[in-house]
């Protein structure tokens, strides 16, 4: 009875009760028309489930993504394809896809009959405000008798993975900030990969070629002299970002790590189309011992989507991280949350001298709930150490803060 309750809808339970009372009453009243109609109203239930519980088809699920990868915000197609491995063809059934919350509300469809062999695709649209790594699947069916008396459930197994990438603000700047001392190059040399400012004039050598004759030095020390064209080496930018959970505030998409996520991705995809070689140091750079290593703008992007806040116990494997890309010089650029002043001066010594260090110092308080320290003080400590700092809020634009930044004389006021 109990196996017969859990596949029978709510309707198949009334035809079944109903047949039970008029199976009764026919009984005691002696009426055998009414006894007749009780046995079809049981035997239509009955039969109804036992077709749906052991009619047996299998299927094929296949999910496709367009695009696979996408940012905060934007629409994702995904494609369901249903194909019929099995040798009768299919039932209409009821299917809803299984989505991560944040996909928004689960799509919900019929699926006609497919022919064995055949194929039958349904599409449906995403999309997250808050990035990371989502689910797609599994989907769960219903499969119902024609008269709605009986259904089956189940779980057709099986998930796709969609990343949803941190969003990306364009950049500007009045000019871009200078790495200094080990920068391997200026900005001016990155524009002009082979113009006068890369020539540099030597002694004519056998085997060198005779078009690179530099023919006004030659008549000048009467000497052959030839051009060299050094192409000068790449520039270098440290992006850190602090995943202390004490050292932000606020949750969800409107959270200061969020913000800073956002703000780390802009900026190094800036710094990577002005020419700059780019090392992102996060605690999941450091775990997979990436951090060393200059990522394209789609691993930046890839690391950034699924970064998440750590314990505060990780902070000395990110610093020691840090120090050893920043020993060798280069600019540096920290997002990071007001949350002990020693932990601020270990960041603070990552710049070294003649370099540029670009910090972005967040009001964990103004996004929310926080047992972070007043922004103030920290912004001071970085601008004493020769940091351009500046304190962020809830409510400031990522480019209006970079411009700011890069705006500042360093050691500023701004």
Excluded at 108 to 114: D, Q
Excluded at 148 to 173: C, F, K, M, Y
Excluded at 193 to 206: A, F, K, Q, S
């Amino acid at each position: 009875m109990r196996a017969l309750r859990a596949v029978l809808t709510t309707r198949g339970l009334a035809f079944f009760l109903s047949g039970i009372l008029l199976l009764l009453a026919g009984i005691i009243l002696g009426f055998p028309d009414l006894t007749r109609v009780s046995v079809l109203l049981i035997g239509l239930p009955i039969i109804s489930a036992t077709l749906v519980r052991t009619r047996k088809t299998r299927m094929r699920i296949e999910r496709h993504t367009r695009p696979e990868r996408i940012s905060v915000g934007q629409d994702a197609a995904v494609t369901l394809s249903f194909e019929n491995v099995s040798s009768s063809t299919t039932p209409i059934f009821l299917a809803e896809e299984r989505l991560d919350y944040v996909l928004g509300d689960r799509p919900r469809f019929v699926v006609g009959r497919i022919p064995p062999g055949r194929v039958r695709a349904i599409d449906y649209q995403v999309r997250s405000h808050l990035r990371g790594r989502h689910r797609l699947g599994p989907l769960g069916v219903q499969v119902q008798d024609p008269f709605g008396l009986a259904n089956r459930n189940a779980v057709l197994e099986g998930t796709t993975d969609l990343v949803v990438l941190p969003a990306v603000h364009p950049l500007s700047s009045s000019r871009h900030p200078s790495a200094g001392v080990g920068s391997e190059g200026e900005h001016a040399h990155l524009i002009a990969l082979h113009g006068e400012d890369d020539v540099t004039i030597r002694e004519y050598r056998d085997g060198d070629d005779l078009r690179h004759i530099h023919w006004p030095a030659t008549a000048r020390t009467g000497d052959l002299m030839v051009r060299q064209e050094d192409r000068p080496a790449q520039r270098r930018a440290l992006v850190v970002l602090d995943p202390r959970p004490t050292a932000h505030g606020g949750s969800g998409a409107s959270s200061s790590f969020e913000w800073a996520v956002t703000a780390a991705a802009s900026v190094a995809v800036h710094l990577l189309e002005s020419g700059y070689a780019v090392h992102v140091v996060c605690a999941e750079t450091v775990e997979s011992a990436r951090a060393a290593d200059t990522l394209t703008v789609d691993e930046i992007l890839d690391v950034l989507a699924v970064t998440r806040l750590r314990d505060d116990s990780g902070e000395d494997e990110i610093l020691r991280a840090a120090q050893a890309l920043a020993s060798s010089g280069g600019l540096v650029v920290a997002l990071v949350g007001p949350h002990e002043q020693d932990v601020t001066l270990r960041l603070a010594s990552l710049r070294q001298p003649g370099t540029t260090g670009i910090a972005f110092v967040l009001d964990a308080h103004s996004f929310g709930d926080s047992v972070a320290d007043p922004v103030d003080s920290h912004v001071d400590a970085l601008r004493l150490a020769g940091w351009r700092a500046v304190a962020v809020r809830r409510d400031d634009d990522v480019a209006h803060a970079w411009a700011v930044l890069t705006a500042a004389a360093v050691g500023g006021s701004r």
